[in-house]
Nanobody
Framework: QVQLVESGGGLVQAGDSLRLSCAAS????????MGWFRQAPGKEREFVAT????????YVADSVKGRFAISRDNAQNTMFLQMNSLKPEDTADYYC?????????????????WGQGTQVTVSS
């Protein structure tokens, strides 16, 4: 199985940028399609972005489209989430996830492995 560790979260102001990383160990990342999800206090976990195993297919949620971008570097066993023009409503714990299938998915139930999360707080 694969172990996932997120990093890059923090406290920023509205309009700032952050880049989250998800590092994999145990197995090579190129065996998995990947995704980012987030959970704000008192809310359910929601889909943010997903990328195929090869990286040639991506999909992002409407709420972050045009501001967030997902990418991966299989040689470095790492996935990224570039977050620009951050808003207070982006405040949440962000989780990366892996599924042992090549294709993208926006459903959390279709992911097999999860990281512990990294906190992002955006102040107004």
């Amino acid at each position: 199985q694969v172990q996932l560790v997120e990093s890059g979260g923090g406290l920023v102001q509205a309009g700032d940028s952050l880049r989250l990383s998800c590092a994999a160990s145990g197995r090579t990342l190129n065996k998995y399609a990947m995704g980012w999800f987030r959970q704000a206090p008192g809310k359910e976990r929601e889909f943010v972005a997903t990328i195929s195993r090869s990286g040639d297919s991506t999909y992002v949620a409407d709420s972050v489209k045009g501001r967030f971008a997902i990418s991966r570097d299989n040689a470095q066993n790492t996935m990224f989430l570039q977050m620009n023009s951050l808003k207070p409503e982006d405040t949440a714990d962000y989780y990366c996830a892996a599924r042992a299938i090549a294709y993208i998915s926006a459903s959390a139930r279709e992911y097999d492995y999860w990281g512990q999360g990294t906190q992002v707080t955006v102040s107004s």
